[in-house]
C-alpha cells in the first residue's frame, strides 16, 4: 500500500507530532498529561473495530453519509472548461462537515470518561456540530465564540442555545476565532479533570491535528469511490480544491489524495480585502510565515516582534491568523498549492452557484468556488475538479445582504 | 552559580522564604514598570519576574491579559523589555531576573540570538510556558547551555511517572502551579500544596516556589510556609492597572514581601 512506502505523503506526523518543522506539543505542563493520554487513547482507538463500527453506524444513520458527489452541470457550463463535481457536505446533519470530525471526538470523550465538553468556534458550524452531538449523548457542552462571531452569525448562536449549549462570547482580543480558542484553552487548563476539548480544526497540538484529519478524511476516502464507481469516470480527480482557515475539510479532501501524483492538491485561504502589507485577509501562507500559537508551529499572520496579528475575513469560519500544521508542510515541501481569493470574489462566486445549480453555499466554500471559476475556463472539458462544499449558507445570508446593499430584518 | 542559585542559597542560610513578585515589562509604559521593578529589592523583593507581553497569553486571566494589551498598546517590544533589564542591571548586579512569557516572540527572534541577548541585558532565568519537557530541544536546552536558568512549572497534573521528566531540565528553582488554571485565579489552598511540595522535594534538591492564586500577605505567609518560598503576579498588576503610583505599588509589594518573609 502507498502508507507503507518510504516516500509517502501520508505517514505524517512523526511521534513528537511533527509535519517537517510544524506541529509539535506547545503546551503549558497542566494540560501536557491530558494531551497525552488523549494520544494513547486515540492510537487504541484508531485501531479498533467497535470504534470504527459505532462511527460508521452515526455517520450513516445520524449524519447522513455518504455525502453525494455532484457534478454541478449547469456550472460547469457556464464556466466553459473543465468539469466540475460538487462534495455535498453542506448536506450532512448541522449543514457542514464539521460533524464528521466532532462525533470521534465524542466518542473518544466518552471513551475517556469526560463529562464535559468544551469547544471554539469561529462560524459557529463547530459549534452547532458539537452542541448537537452533545445533546444526542446527554453531554454537558460549553461553546466559545468570539464577540464580533456571535453577532454576524445569530442564527448559529441561538441553534447552539436550543441544543442546550452555554455560549460564552469572547471580548478579548477582536473576538473572533483566535480569541475564542484562547478562552476554549484557559477553560481547559482550570477544568482539566472532567473536561475534554473538542477542537474544530487540524490545529493544536498533537495529536489534534492528526486526529481530526483522520476523522474528516472520510470526505476524500468517499470521493474516491464515489469517482471510480461512477458511470463515465472511474478514475482519480485531477484537482481536488478546498477553502481553508484552519483547514479542516480542506485535508479532510486532500489526505487519501497526497500519494496520487497525478492529482492537484489547491487550498484557498481567506484573501479578505487583499493580501498586502496592510494585513486585512487571513491568508496565512501566503501572507504569513513560521511561529508558534494554540499548542503547534505553523504559518501565522505576526507582526515584526513576533506579536500574533488579527486577520480579516468577511468569513467568519476563516477568520484565523493560523492554518493547520499539515497543510503548512505540504505547503513546504510543494505537495499542494496555496492560493488566496478575496471577500468580493467569494461573494460573486457564492452568488454563482445559488444561480446556476440551486445550492446557497457556505461563505467559507464559496473561497474554494471562487478559485474554480479562475481556474476552470482554462482547463480542458475532460480535467475533473472535485470542490469540497464543505458548509451550507443559510447561516451568512445576513452578512451576504449587507454586502450586496440589501436590508433584511433578522 | 547564577544570581539565582546564589539568592536561594543565602536565603536558605538566613532560614528565610522567598518572594517572587511579577510585574508586566513595559505596563502601561516603560518608565512606570522600569520604576516598579527598580524598587522591588528595597520592598523586598527576592527574585524579579518580568513578564513579556504576548497577544495571546493562554494561561493567563483577565488581570495579566490586559497588562499584555496595555503594554503592546504601549509600543513594547521584547528588544525594550530586555532593554529594561540592561538598564536595572547598571545599579542592581545581585538582585535575580527572570523573564517569563510565552514562546512565539522568542522563536521569532531566534532562540540561540535571544539566549545570548538576555545573557548580555542581565537576565538570570527563563520560564516559558508553553514549552514543556517535550519541547526542550526548542529553549531549554540551548538556555541551559548558555547558563541561562530555564524555570519549570510542575502542576496538579504532574504525576509521579511525569515529574522526573519534568525536573530533568530544570534548573534555578522548581516553580509549583498550585491550582489547575490560569493566573489570577482562586486562591491556592495549603493544605493542598504542601503535600504536593514536598512530592515535588522528594524528587529534587531545588528550591520550590509556589505561584498562582496568591493575592495577600496572609496567602503568601501561609503558602510561601509549605514551600521555599511564593510568587505574587496579578495582585501586583492589578494596581499598576488601577493607575497606582509606583510609590503606591510598591507599598503593597512591602506587605506581600513581608508576609512570606513572616513564614
Redesign the interface.
Request: net charge negative; charged share 20%.
Given at each position: 500500500m502507498a502508507e507503507d512506502l518510504p516516500n509517502s505523503f501520508m505517514t505524517g506526523p512523526d511521534e513528537n507530532g511533527r509535519f517537517g518543522i510544524h506541529g509539535g506539543r506547545f503546551v503549558s505542563e497542566t494540560l501536557m498529561p491530558l494531551i497525552l493520554e488523549l494520544e494513547a487513547q486515540y492510537e487504541h482507538a484508531k485501531t479498533d473495530p467497535e470504534f470504527w463500527a459505532e462511527m460508521d453506524y452515526l455517520w450513516k444513520y445520524y449524519v447522513g453519509r455518504p455525502s453525494p458527489l455532484y457534478f454541478a452541470e449547469r456550472l460547469t457550463e457556464e464556466l466553459g472548461g473543465a468539469k466540475i463535481y460538487l462534495k455535498r457536505e453542506e448536506l450532512n446533519h448541522t449543514g457542514a462537515h464539521k460533524i464528521n470530525n466532532v462525533l470521534g471526538q465524542i466518542l473518544l470523550a466518552r471513551r475517556m470518561g469526560k463529562t464535559r465538553i468544551i469547544a471554539e468556534t469561529g462560524a459557529g458550524q463547530h459549534g452547532v456540530a458539537t452542541a448537537t452531538v452533545c445533546a444526542k449523548f446527554g453531554l454537558k457542552c460549553v461553546v466559545y465564540m468570539g464577540a464580533t462571531d456571535v453577532e454576524r452569525q445569530a442564527p448559529n448562536v441561538f441553534r447552539m442555545r436550543l441544543l442546550g449549549a452555554e455560549v460564552h462570547p469572547v471580548t478579548s482580543g477582536r473576538g473572533t476565532l483566535k480569541d475564542a480558542m484562547n478562552d476554549a484553552l484557559r477553560d481547559w487548563v482550570t477544568n482539566v479533570r472532567d473536561t475534554f476539548y473538542c477542537i474544530g480544526t487540524v490545529a493544536g497540538p498533537h495529536p489534534y491535528p492528526a486526529m481530526v484529519r483522520d476523522f474528516q478524511s472520510i470526505i476524500g476516502k468517499e470521493t474516491r469511490w464515489q469517482l471510480e464507481e461512477l458511470e463515465g469516470e472511474g478514475r482519480l480527480p485531477d484537482t481536488v480544491i478546498a477553502a481553508i482557515g484552519g483547514g479542516s475539510n480542506a485535508m479532510g479532501l486532500f489526505y487519501p489524495f497526497l500519494d496520487d501524483k497525478s492529482v492537484r492538491i489547491i487550498g484557498v485561504e481567506a484573501g479578505g480585502h487583499g493580501v498586502d502589507d496592510r494585513m486585512e485577509h487571513c491568508a496565512s501562507l501566503t501572507g504569513g510565515r513560521p511561529g508558534v500559537l494554540h499548542g503547534n508551529r505553523t504559518y501565522l499572520l505576526q507582526d515584526e516582534d513576533g506579536q500574533i496579528l488579527e486577520g480579516h475575513s468577511i468569513s467568519a469560519g476563516l477568520d484565523y491568523p493560523g492554518i493547520g500544521p499539515e497543510h503548512a508542510w505540504l505547503h513546504d515541501i510543494g505537495r499542494a498549492d496555496y492560493v488566496s481569493v478575496t471577500d468580493m470574489e467569494a461573494l460573486d462566486a457564492f452568488q454563482m452557484l445559488c444561480r446556476t445549480e440551486g445550492i446557497i453555499p457556505a461563505l467559507e466554500p464559496s473561497h474554494a468556488l471562487a478559485h474554480v471559476k479562475k481556474i476552470a475556463p482554462t482547463l480542458p472539458k475532460d480535467h475533473i475538479i472535485v470542490v469540497n462544499l464543505s458548509g451550507r449558507g443559510d447561516k451568512d445570508i445576513f452578512t451576504v445582504a449587507r454586502h450586496l446593499g440589501v436590508e433584511m430584518q433578522g | 552559580m547564577t544570581r539565582i542559585d546564589a539568592r536561594f542559597a543565602a536565603l536558605k542560610a538566613e532560614g528565610k522564604k522567598a518572594f517572587v513578585a511579577y510585574i508586566m515589562a513595559g505596563d502601561p509604559d516603560i518608565e512606570t514598570s522600569l520604576a516598579v521593578m527598580k524598587g522591588m529589592p528595597a520592598a523586598g523583593v527576592d527574585v524579579i519576574e518580568l513578564g513579556m507581553p504576548?497577544?495571546?497569553?493562554?494561561?493567563?486571566?483577565?488581570t495579566i491579559?490586559l497588562a499584555g494589551q496595555r503594554a503592546?498598546d504601549g509600543g513594547q517590544?521584547?528588544?525594550k523589555t530586555l532593554d529594561m533589564v540592561a538598564e536595572f542591571r547598571k545599579t542592581d548586579d545581585v538582585t535575580p531576573i527572570v523573564m517569563m512569557g510565552?514562546?512565539?516572540?522568542?522563536?521569532?527572534?531566534g532562540s540561540e540570538k535571544f539566549v545570548a541577548d538576555a545573557l548580555k541585558a542581565g537576565v538570570d532565568g527563563l520560564i516559558v510556558?508553553?514549552?514543556?519537557?517535550?519541547?526542550d530541544a526548542e529553549l531549554c536546552i540551548p538556555a541551559k547551555n548558555a547558563g541561562l536558568n530555564f524555570i519549570?512549572?510542575?502542576?496538579?497534573?504532574?504525576?509521579d511517572k511525569?515529574l522526573p521528566k519534568?525536573l530533568q531540565n530544570t534548573s534555578g528553582f522548581v516553580y509549583y502551579?498550585s491550582v489547575?488554571?490560569?493566573t489570577g485565579?482562586q486562591a491556592a489552598q495549603a493544605g493542598d500544596v504542601g503535600p504536593e511540595v514536598a512530592r515535588i522535594k522528594a524528587s529534587t534538591d531545588l528550591p520550590v516556589v509556589v505561584g498562582f492564586g496568591i493575592s495577600t500577605p496572609e496567602a503568601a505567609r501561609t503558602i510561601a510556609g509549605v514551600a521555599d518560598g511564593c510568587v505574587v503576579g496579578s495582585a501586583i498588576v492589578k494596581l499598576v492597572g488601577e493607575g497606582k503610583s509606583p510609590a503606591e505599588v510598591l507599598a503593597r509589594v512591602a506587605e506581600l514581601a513581608a508576609g512570606a518573609h513572616s513564614a
Open positions: - | 504576548f497577544t495571546d497569553p493562554m494561561a493567563d486571566g483577565p491579559q503592546l517590544t521584547l528588544q510565552y514562546y512565539n516572540p522568542i522563536y521569532n527572534r510556558v508553553d514549552l514543556p519537557p517535550e519541547e519549570r512549572l510542575a502542576t496538579p497534573t504532574t504525576d511525569r519534568v502551579v489547575t488554571g490560569i485565579s
